[in-house]
């Protein structure tokens, strides 16, 4: 049978401001196309479908459409979990209504997968049972069982972990443990003839990070050792990480499939995917299906000014990025300067100036004293500025406003 994984949706997402949701759009018709080439019997989502907890309702739109296709008329289940960006109850506000086309919707730790669906999709989606944080399904021949953990806060976990814990490093053990034992009650169901899954939403010690992951925990990292997964489990879904990766020294396959975009300019160059899993209850295999729906994140350098990046623009190069611009510069742009560039490439997002000749600073301040007003501004604005020169309007106008100043003063 085969399983998609996928994680990190972050529908409604915005980079510097700008829209990402036809990407998203574009990312979920492609995942579509894939369950339907593939053939795939179960979708699996492991969190941080939204953003944010209080979603733009266009993004709820897309989720809502984009599920009710990948569910295929109850013919296809899709199980999804909340992360630690999303809002367990309002994700499963949809509960009633999303059981009754296979979709399973599970917000917090504990919670019991109920499916409602019409007798005629039963040869393909079945649940046998469920219970807190696990369920057996009949999908098509298969047996499959998963345990399934939503993202485990502490809160969310709704059991104190502080009774006899003093330090930080036995409270990060404590909720390691906790982990462990909450994935171990569920994989003590499996039965050796069903197809062993578990999915979760967590950050196991020693994962790549990203910058477009907002710590998992306010206020110290929880994170969850390698070796608090079930041994007994074939594959593990999980989801917080953004860059695809498998997790190492797990005692079974444990796997981040990723974001399906680039979030941040941290994740430029990375390659985007879903994880395709071909398993039966004895073996399985997994390959990296690439998305194309994101545009690239890129970073230009460049050393030689505006003239450079003008001559790149004119190139067409990276005409379809998003980028993020280093500009080396003797004077800061001019305003007019800033929106021609961003004319020339709608993509770029943020222009950060590095200034070639950092001025040397340091007067000293008997020799500061006899400067005229205006000279000491320069030397103010230039410290301020990473060495950059003031335009001849700023210092006219810094001048007008001190003498107007100077006059209220006056007057006062
Ligand atoms: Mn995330």
Avoid at 269 to 279: C, I, N, P
Wanted: net charge negative; hydrophobic share 40%.
């Amino acid at each position: 049978m085969r399983i998609l994984h996928t994680s990190d949706w972050h529908l409604g997402r915005t980079l510097e401001g700008r829209s990402r949701l036809p990407e998203q759009e574009a990312f979920l018709a492609e995942l579509c196309d894939i369950a339907d080439d593939t053939d795939a019997r179960l979708i699996l989502v492991a969190g941080d479908i939204f953003d944010t907890v209080n979603p733009p309702a266009a993004a709820e739109e897309l989720f809502y459409e984009a599920v009710s296709r990948l569910g295929a008329d109850g013919r296809r289940l899709v199980l999804i979990i909340a992360g630690n960006h999303d809002n367990p109850e309002r994700l499963c506000a949809a509960a009633p209504l999303a059981g009754k086309q296979g979709i399973l919707l599970l917000g917090k730790p504990g919670e019991v997968p109920m499916l409602t669906l019409p007798a005629e999709t039963a040869d393909a989606v079945r649940l046998l049972g469920s219970g807190p944080g696990w369920c057996d399904l009949q999908l098509g021949d298969e047996r499959v069982q998963v345990v399934a953990l939503p993202y485990p806060s502490e809160a969310r976990l709704d059991a104190a972990l502080v009774d006899g814990v003093e330090t930080e490093s036995e409270l990060q053990a404590a909720y390691s443990d906790r982990v462990r034992q909450m994935l171990a009650q569920g994989a003590s169901r499996y039965a050796t003839d069903a197809i062993r899954l578990g999915i979760s939403h967590l950050f196991v010690t020693g994962g790549v990070e990203s910058d477009s992951e907002r710590p998992i925990q306010v206020g110290g990292a929880f994170t969850v050792s390698p070796r608090a997964f079930p041994a007994e489990a074939q594959y593990v879904a999980l989801g917080h990480l953004h860059k695809a990766q498998q997790v190492r020294s797990a005692p079974g396959h444990v796997r981040y499939s990723g974001t399906p975009l680039a979030y941040s300019f941290s994740e430029a160059g990375q390659a985007k995917s879903v994880t395709l899993l071909e398993a039966t209850p004895s073996a399985f295999t997994t390959k990296e299906i690439l998305l194309s729906a994101g545009k690239p994140l890129v970073r230009w350098r460049a050393t030689e000014g505006p003239a450079q990046v003008e001559e790149w623009c004119n190139e067409g190069r990276d005409s379809n990025a998003w980028v993020d611009l280093e500009i080396h510069l003797h004077t800061s742009l001019s305003l007019e300067e800033t929106a021609r560039l961003k004319r020339m490439h709608p993509g770029l997002v943020s222009i950060r100036p590095v200034f070639a000749a950092q001025t040397e600073l340091a007067v000293a301040a008997d020799e500061r004293a006899g400067l005229p007003i205006d000279e000491l501004f320069v030397l103010f604005y230039q410290q301020r500025n990473a060495g950059a020169q003031p335009a001849d309007e700023t210092v006219r106008l810094f001048l007008e406003l001190l003498h107007k100043a100077q006059e209220s003063d006056d007057t006062a």
